[in-house]
């Protein structure tokens, strides 16, 4: 379904303009003149995100924040300022607005903003549904399991909120590190004050600097105005640095010195700012693999490591899926269907069966593609092909060790060889593709050749 955007603007060429550049990232997009217009819409449809201007004739940006906050608090708002409306800018971030822009701005920013409001609108409702479908012993700040891995990773959740120490979170692609993040922001002391998430991986080498630390007008070209980062974004409350290792290495020098020191400058501005941010950051690459490989900080992977966070990956809690699927059934049903969804016997020992390795996130492809087939049954007919192949024998299936001993390393080494191998011949030789095989990055695959002589040094 796609997410439903009221545009509020007096200026004709500034809605159209808007329209026009949100439809094509796939929104549904209504125009409204005035507050009182935008109002008079929303009596009649919901919307998920309100992107208005401040100063209109009549009601104001602001008096429109008021009222749709009053009536329809799980509507996003973004508002539009000139360079001039600052202050206006920061009592709208009191009064709940999701963020703001300033007048001119670009459009890759304009996207990327509604991206995110709607991405945080999405998470809110899903907590909604999953009080709704899942017991509150089995859920947890919209994390759903009851084994002992997850339990486990509740209680260290709860310990470590209490806490203003740095966090790692460490896991594969897919098994909820975000969520995990949120849960420690939630159960902190600073759950009042703003949670900030930021994909190191999605931003551009080149505004990484600026995303992180905000910049002072004219500090580069396109700097129109003073622009705050998410440390400020983020001041009082928690910065959630995602796939951490994607920062450059002066970016990691730079991001060292705001953990050791508490304090920043934006870029082009000598002015020092105090940054009282809590840091959780979260990777899906082995990290002190990258270290060693020189292409990640020592002292700054000490400095973020001080708690350590391991999400489970799906196929170490397959009692969880029954749990999961239920929830996502729900989720992509509606939530309010008349008829439950029911699911097969044999399609359930399919999915308890599969390896998963995108995890919670294939899983949920899974059941959504599988409703789409069948809205009422998921059955082994409506689930996709590659889940009912039987999964190949582990290749350590055979553990007895002898009555004399052994010895584990020497073993472990040739395992680890003949996977390197393997890897090499599935992919005729591409490194790149053979390590993201193995789930590693094309360095630690090339460290890993180098440490049994098997590197050509080729690409």
Known sequence: MKAKILIVDDELSMREFLSILLEREGYAVTAAGSAEEALRTMESNPFDLVLSDVNMPGLS????????????????????????????????????????????????????????ALEKQGLKRENVLLKKSVSERDSFCGMIGKSQRMRELFDMIRKVAASQSNVLILGESGTGKELAARSIHSCSPRRSKPFVAVNCGAIPENLIESELFGHKKGSFTGAVSDRPGLFEQAEGGTLFLDEISELPLLLQTKLLRVLQEREFRRVGDAQTRKADVRMVCASNRDLEGEVR????????????????????????????????????????QGGGAAVPVSVTPGALKALMNHSFPGNIRELENCIERSLIIDPVVISESSLPQRLLVTRPPCLTADCDIPDGGMMLEPLLEELEKKYLLKALEKTGGAKKKAGELLGMSFRSFRYRLAKFGLDSGEE
Not at 82 to 99: H, I, R
Not at 101 to 107: I, L, Q
Not at 294 to 299: I, L, S, T, V, Y
Not at 307 to 332: A, G
């Open 293 to 332: 490989e020189g292409a990640f900080r020592e002292d700054l992977f000490y400095r973020i490591n001080v708690v350590q966070l391991v999400m489970p990956p799906l196929r170490e809690r397959i009692e969880d899926i029954p749990l999961l699927v239920e929830y996502f059934c729900r989720k992509y």
């Open 61 to 116: 940006g602001i008096e429109l924040l008021t009222r749709i906050k009053e009536k329809s608090p799980e509507t996003a708002v973004l508002i539009l300022t000139a360079f001039s409306g600052a202050e206006q800018a920061v009592e709208a971030m009191k009064l709940g607005a999701y963020d703001y822009v300033c007048k001119p701005f670009k459009n890759e920013e304009i996207k990327q903003l509604v991206k995110n």
